[in-house]
């Protein structure tokens, strides 16, 4: 196992290496224009001026190579637009550990509600709770996140009787941004462990263990439920990781200064250091959640396993 | 949790209870029963159809059927509108009798919506709208199906390749969408092709993922195993072991992703990626109307393309459930 | 004594009663989306970088709000005789502060020649270097090219800590409005030499001389600039705290924010000014129309579109005088601006391409000139419908004509593009496609409505030809008519005329060759500014009156909520004054519309004097 996880981490790093390098090149793709404020009234010269300064006359591997220099020795770079001259890790280490916490509280509190919300519905299959649950879930899929967000901010802050902004020193001010962002998460949640344990319900081993004369509790929780947690644990790191990212939206109505919108705003801005800091940062946590989801994965199913070969039992 | 039990299996139930009840002497009890063919017929489900059961037990949850029949109907509808009478088109504008345009106007009997702010009909934009939002969504959802489920199994599968496919996966997965999006969108011109192809460029990998995770699930089950020890080819694996499996989930997968690439779509539009104004789609009526929600006499023009979209999806979700709870082989004796 | 107190406290609320309540030395929080993205105002070309410069940083000299230059950091200056030498008489004490107040140096020429040397520094990549350039400053562009490198041979010395001298490189008759640039503002020598590509990368590395501090920057999330109480001029500066919050969605909820109380200030966007002024209609107001910038739109001479919507075809057309008369007098641009000002589409209509206050003769606007008398009659008519359309399907039937016999092929797709994410633009081109096609018949053109990007949208539409009719718009580089000819200058990416000079086209030649000659001798005239002026109107009117530009509209006057009252500040044809808090109060409670009325006629009649 320890062999295998070495191996695997090994190629995480060659993967990130690779998803730097095509994003490293994509960039250097996009319009020239982007990197100017004054593009217009620029002259040819000064526009070759700034490119050189910035870098980016020079070939293709040359580029690479003093990037991945500079990424050696602990350098990301700094912003050029977003907040110019400053290092980039500055910029991301104030803004990560607000984001981290928000989609902690949201995913946590998902969770809390979710599971349970989704064990209820599969044990009263086609009754009332899992009518009321599916009413729910429908709705929230069925309203645009985009709608229904500004719609909790508008009223939400006029009955708790607090401002517009996101405050992160007062308490109050953290409800309702948390809130919004776990209600997508809890009716996923709980839609697909319905699915899962319904599925599993009707499988054998859960007849034998009904015939066995085993508890409704202990078949719901230690046989149906276990094994209908597998493929969600899967993706838990992942969802994590789309929480942080996808709270764009919320970030930007409540003014959080966190990671949310950050990426598809230095992408407009074409901030090539940040974006390429930013990338690094997601994909990391995205390739470890890749790795953390199948090792949750066979430590819940110990039949799935990713070092025997086929064939061996 | 009891099982829904097929009518023939009842039926067997019954017979074998009654036969139990009957009192036989020792010679009846060891006699050589005859071969009778109506017996037979009784126990053997011999005529069972996969998809015939399938579409059997669907039909028997009504509001998965009740919203099939609405879910074609708005389909039609937005076909069908049009042609209609005293229809506008959804670009063409009204003018007032001041000669300009006839904006911001609430519901009246020419305007059965009311009209946008430059004096478009807000009803035959919210139909052009859904017309094309599903046609974008359908077209997405049965290419990431097609790609991913395909690319899906292979990578679930074969051992081989999943090297290949976890780095594509992690490749494609992090690079950010919106440079990806904004360089199609510089490279393309904006329009209905252009963004079904963003949006499926990176959306199968995600179906691939699915489809891979539950392959992994059951790939290594007794009955997959005792397969490959007969000899069975992996094609055969796949298709007759693996795949009738998955299709409940993938139902349920495909039945989401659906309203989600029209969902997706308004996200695009959001970050200013979407379509060309002359197309109208519920994505950017939504993301117009979005602007308005503080405005309560004109939140109306948010209100109405947000209801379709919550009627599409909600019948989506609902069919996608009972369709893959209908296509689940357990629930079909 | 009870009585008294109480009389005495009553007449007090009465007075008060009486004028608009001022929160003088209050907060004036607003939102905002838009980001500083550096401090640093020596390189920086943005309008939000510049508004924050132009309130912690002073200028040789500034405008009142009549449009009427006055001294700031110079308390005197004079030019020449023969108009290249302009010398700036320091006003002596200023001094520069860091952002915690404390005192620093004092502001003496030497920073001003720091500064300019900093601009004209390639390494630092100035974009604002070029408006150097123009301003005619000597050597300016041959020492950033390298052609000179000792920097005591540009034209900018301190002749002592208080003197300050431009030589010029020829006599430029709006110098004195170009010094209200961020190019000629100063920054304190010492520091820019210890800081180079560093200085102004946060409210730590820069010091200020201006109205305000800037003593909390924070991108977004916070910027607080506090009054300067040293400042030379502090008796007029009213406000006493300026609190600008992030928010990314400013547009949607800075108007709930306001009547919540929680912002002193916000803009209404088309989308939502139909529910205020049925809601609460006296709290409507306008921002004062920014004088800076000019919309037309442009026949493109280059179309560089797909083959499916026929560019050789376009530029057969294109090239026939009688089809751009055609369009010209077809487009109902009031009608078109209703997606922009709904209300008062009309205010925004321009006959020309300069906008109106920008320069003036003998006391007549510049738009005014006799020059500009016939312009208007090729325009379409919004009072007599029937008669413009007449006239536009009069010209119609001379372009078919000749058109067909120079082998065009009808309908005549007309591209026409906007920008993707902006929404007004989007319903505006909807329109004119409706009316146009309306007017003219789908059998003589077809408008293909033609996205361009949100990102990088100029190079993928203007500037690489992607349209044949495309509002374009210019802002003034300095505060003469010249400007308003630059992009249609030779080599220039907006309408790509003078490419149709090495054709055959004779007619569009002889045109361009005599509307070029015009300019060039415009250009030439720099003893009498008078004459230049006029010269520059006939110039200009003859683009128009050959339909190479359609004039459109000038820079919107925005509605809003706002408890300042926007005719106190600064006026000024160009440059950063305009974005100056100073000279303005801070109301108690909104301003509203009857106020604005008020002041607005008030100050109308202050200009006209």
Redesign the interface.
Do not use: C
């Given at each position: 196992m320890l062999k295998y996880l070495l191996k695997r981490f090994a190629r995480s790093l060659f993967t990130l290496f690779l998803i730097l390098t095509i994003v490293f090149i994509l960039v250097r793709q996009?319009?020239?224009?982007?990197y100017?404020?004054?593009?217009?009234?620029?002259?040819e010269?000064?526009i070759q001026?700034?490119l050189e300064?910035m870098g980016l006359t020079q070939p293709m591997w040359k580029q690479l190579l003093n990037f991945y220099t500079r990424l050696l020795h602990g350098d990301l770079g700094t912003s050029r637009?977003?907040?110019?001259?400053?290092p980039v890790w500055d910029i991301l280490r104030t803004k990560l550990p607000l984001s981290v916490q928000l989609g902690s509280l949201a995913i946590l509190f998902s969770m809390l509600v979710g599971l349970p919300m989704g064990t209820l519905m599969a044990k009263y299959k086609g009754r009332f709770p899992d009518q009321l649950g599916t009413v729910f879930i429908v709705l929230i899929q069925a309203v645009p996140a985009a709608v229904y967000y500004?719609f909790i901010q508008?009223y939400g802050t006029e009955l708790l009787s607090i401002?517009?902004?996101f405050d992160e020193g007062n308490w109050i001010s953290w409800i309702l941004p948390v809130f919004s962002l776990s209600l997508g998460n809890i009716a996923y949640y709980a839609m697909w462990l319905r699915r899962y344990m319904v599925d599993e319900s009707n499988k054998d081993y859960v007849t034998l263990a009904r015939i066995k004369g085993a508890g409704e509790g202990r078949i719901m929780f230690r046989h149906i439920f276990r094994n209908a947690f597998v493929p969600m644990a899967q993706y838990l790191p992942t969802s994590f990781l789309n929480t942080v990212i996808g709270s764009i939206y919320i970030?930007?109505?409540w003014?959080i200064?966190g990671m949310g919108?950050l990426l598809v705003d230095v992408i407009?801005?074409?901030d090539n250091e940040m974006i390429l800091g930013i990338v690094l940062i997601f994909s990391c946590v995205g390739i470890l959640g890749l790795m953390l989801g199948d090792l949750l994965m066979t430590l819940f199913d110990p039949r799935i396993s990713f070092t025997k070969k086929a064939g061996e039992v | 949790m009891g099982l829904i039990k097929h009518p023939q299996v009842e039926r067997l139930e019954q017979h074998v209870t009654e036969a139990l009840k009957e009192d036989l002497s020792q010679e009846q009890l060891f006699a050589f029963a005859p071969f009778d063919e109506e017996e037979a017929e009784r126990a053997g489900v011999v005529n069972y159809s996969y998809w015939r059961s399938t579409i059997r037990a669907f039909r028997r949850n009504w509001i998965a059927m009740a919203l099939l029949l609405v879910l074609a109907l708005v389909l039609l509808f937005t076909f069908i509108q049009p042609m209609l009478p005293g229809q506008f088109t959804p670009?063409?504008?009204s003018n007032g009798p001041n000669?300009?345009?006839l904006?911001?106007q609430s519901a009246d009997s020419v305007h059965w919506l009311g009209t946008n702010?430059?004096g478009?009909d807000l009803w035959s934009r919210v139909w052009a709208g859904t017309r094309n939002s599903l046609i974008i969504g359908i077209s997405v959802a049965l290419l990431e199906a097609l790609v991913g489920i395909l690319m899906g199994v292979l990578w679930g599968y074969v051992r081989q390749l999943d090297f290949l496919f976890t780095e594509l996966y992690n490749i494609i997965d992090n690079i950010p969408t919106t440079i990806v999006l904004?360089l199609v969108?510089?490279i393309l011109?904006?329009g209905m092709g252009t963004i079904i192809f963003a949006m499926s460029i990176t959306g199968w990998i995600g179906m691939a993922r699915f489809v891979r995770n539950q392959v992994l699930i059951i790939r290594d089950r007794d009955y997959n195993v005792a397969s490959r020890t007969l000899g069975t080819s992996t094609a055969r694996i796949i298709l007759r072991n693996l795949l009738p499996y998955l299709v409940s989930v993938i139902m349920l997968r495909m039945a989401l992703s659906i309203p989600g690439a029209i969902g997706s779509e308004v996200f695009i539009t959001y970050i200013?990626?979407?379509l060309?104004?002359?197309i109208c789609s519920l994505g950017n009526l939504i993301n117009?109307g979005?602007?308005?929600?503080?405005?309560?006499?004109?939140r109306y023009q948010l209100i109405y393309p947000t209801i379709i979209l919550s009627i599409v999806t909600i019948s989506f979700y609902i069919i996608g459930n009972a369709f893959s709870d209908a296509a689940d082989p357990k629930n079909h004796l | 004594m009870m009585k008294k107190v109480f009389a005495l406290t009553l007449a007090l609320c009465l007075l008060i009663a009486c004028v608009p309540a001022m929160a003088d030395g209050g907060t004036y929080t607003v939102?905002y989306s838009g980001?500083v993205?550096?401090l640093?105002y020596l390189v920086?070309?943005?309008t939000w970088d510049q508004a924050m410069a132009a309130n912690v940083v002073d200028t040789l000299v500034e405008y009142d709000n009549l449009g009427n230059v006055i001294p700031c950091l110079a308390e005197t200056w004079e030019n020449s005789e023969d108009g290249l030498t302009w010398t700036f008489h320091l006003r002596q004490g200023v001094k520069w502060y860091n952002c915690f107040g404390d005192e620093v140096a004092e502001v003496t020429a030497n920073d001003f020649v720091a500064a300019m040397k900093y601009i004209l520094t390639?390494?630092y990549?100035s974009?604002?270097?070029?408006?150097v350039f123009s301003s005619g400053v000597v050597n300016a562009e041959a020492y950033y090219?390298g052609e000179v490198t000792d920097f005591a041979e540009v034209g900018v010395k301190a002749e002592d800590d208080y003197t300050l001298v431009y030589t010029l490189a020829d006599p430029v008759p709006y110098f004195l409005s170009a010094t209200t640039y961020v190019t000629f503002m100063p920054a304190y020598g010492p520091q820019l030499e210890e800081l180079g590509?560093?200085f102004?990368?946060?409210n730590q590395s820069l010091y200020f001389n201006g109205a305000y501090i800037l003593e909390t920057f924070e991108?977004?999330?916070e910027h607080l600039l506090v009054k300067n109480q040293n400042y030379w001029d502090a008796e007029h500066v009213y406000i006493e705290k300026i609190n600008r919050?992030?928010?990314?969605?400013s547009?949607?909820?800075s108007?709930?924010?306001a009547l919540?109380g929680?912002v002193d200030s916000a803009s209404l966007?088309?989308?939502?000014l139909?529910?205020?002024l049925?809601?609460h209609p006296e709290l409507v107001t306008k921002t004062r129309s920014d004088l800076q910038y000019s919309y037309f739109y442009c026949f493109n001479f280059n179309p560089q579109y797909?083959e499916e919507y026929g560019p050789a075809n376009w530029l057969i057309a294109v090239n026939n005088k009688n089809f751009r008369y055609s369009l010209m007098a077809a487009m109902d641009r009031?009608?078109s601006l209703?997606?922009e000002d709904?209300e008062n589409?009309a205010s925004l209509l321009e006959n020309v391409i300069t906008p109106p206050a920008f320069s003036a003769v003998d006391g007549v606007d510049f738009i005014n000139l006799d020059a500009f008398a016939n312009t208007t009659s090729y325009f379409y008519d919004?009072s007599d419908?029937e008669g413009s359309a007449a006239k536009a399907l009069a010209y119609k039937e001379a372009a078919v004509a000749e058109l067909t016999a120079a082998g065009a092929t009808f309908p005549v797709n007309v591209v026409l593009t906007?920008k993707?994410?902006d929404?007004n633009w989007?319903?505006q081109?909807?329109?004119i496609k409706?009316?146009m096609e309306g007017l003219l018949g789908t059998d003589y053109i077809n408008v293909v409505?033609y996205?361009g990007?949100?990102?990088?949208f100029?190079?993928?539409t203007r500037?690489s030809g992607k349209y044949s009719i495309m509002r374009c718009n210019w802002g003034a580089?300095y505060a003469d008519p010249e400007t308003w000819t630059d992009p249609f200058a030779a080599g220039n990416n907006y309408n790509f005329m003078d490419q149709m000079l090495e054709t055959d086209n004779a007619e569009t030649v002889a045109d361009l060759n005599t509307y070029y000659a015009m300019v060039e001798e415009a250009k030439a005239e720099k003893a009498d500014l008078n004459k230049r002026y006029n010269l520059f109107a006939a110039a200009e009117a003859y683009l128009i009156e050959n339909a190479f530009i359609l004039p459109y509209r000038t820079e919107m006057a925005d509605y809003q909520v706002t408890k300042l009252d926007v005719f106190e500040g600064e006026y000024a044809p160009f440059g950063l004054c305009n974005q100056r808090y100073k000279f303005m109060h801070l109301h108690e409670n909104f301003v509203t519309a009857e106020e604005n009325a008020a002041s607005f006629a008030a100050w109308q009649a202050a200009l006209a004097e």
């Open positions: 996009m319009p020239i224009e982007g100017f404020s004054n593009f217009d009234k620029m002259t010269t000064q001026n700034g300064q637009v977003y907040y110019r001259g400053k500004l508008l401002k517009l902004r970030e930007s109505i003014s200064k919108g407009h801005k074409q | 670009t063409e504008i000669g300009l345009p904006k911001n702010a430059i478009q904004i969108s510089f011109r904006p200013g990626l979407g060309p104004i002359e117009e979005r602007k308005l929600m503080m405005s309560p006499s004109l | 939102f980001e993205s550096t640093n920086t070309a943005t390639p390494e990549d974009a604002v270097a070029k408006q090219n590509k560093d102004g990368l946060d991108p977004q999330s919050l992030y928010n990314a969605e547009a949607t909820l108007p709930t924010a919540r929680e966007d088309n989308d939502v139909d529910d205020w049925a809601n797909e009031v009608y209703t997606a709904a589409p919004e419908p906007y993707t994410n929404s989007a319903g081109v909807q329109l409706d009316q409505l996205a990007p949100a990102d990088s100029l190079s993928a500037r580089d």
